[in-house]
């Protein structure tokens, strides 16, 4: 796999939530990259597994975890006229932004 190459936003909020594990902000951050303009991201566990060298029920755990606190949210899409799920969307709840105020000296 080749690595990712663009920018992940971590938002205050979530960098200095004392509740969250590192790599569970971490993958915050790898959501925030991934998130379409509608704060929407389509990104298995599988992937994410494989993206930081864990194993996919690690990120399970992360992703419930980010859910709980209220960081995301998640919905599952159902194939038609089933009840299988074809995709799971995971939500910002905030949809972040960036903005680029200049350089600080």
Excluded: Q
Excluded at 30 to 55: M, P, Q, R
Excluded at 68 to 81: D, L
Aim: proline share 3%.
């Amino acid at each position: 796999m080749e690595n990712p190459n663009y920018y992940a936003v971590i938002p205050a909020k979530v960098r200095y939530d004392k509740n969250l594990r590192a790599n569970e902000k971490l993958l915050y951050g790898e959501i925030t990259a991934l998130a379409s303009k509608d704060g929407e991201c389509w990104a298995s566990n599988s992937y994410f597994s494989e993206l930081y060298g864990v194993v996919p029920s690690a990120i399970s755990k992360w992703i419930k975890d980010l859910e709980e606190h209220g960081y995301i949210s998640i919905e599952y899409v159902r194939k038609e006229n089933s009840k299988e799920i074809d995709r799971r969307v995971i939500k910002l709840v905030e949809v972040v932004t960036f903005v680029n105020t200049g350089s600080h000296k």
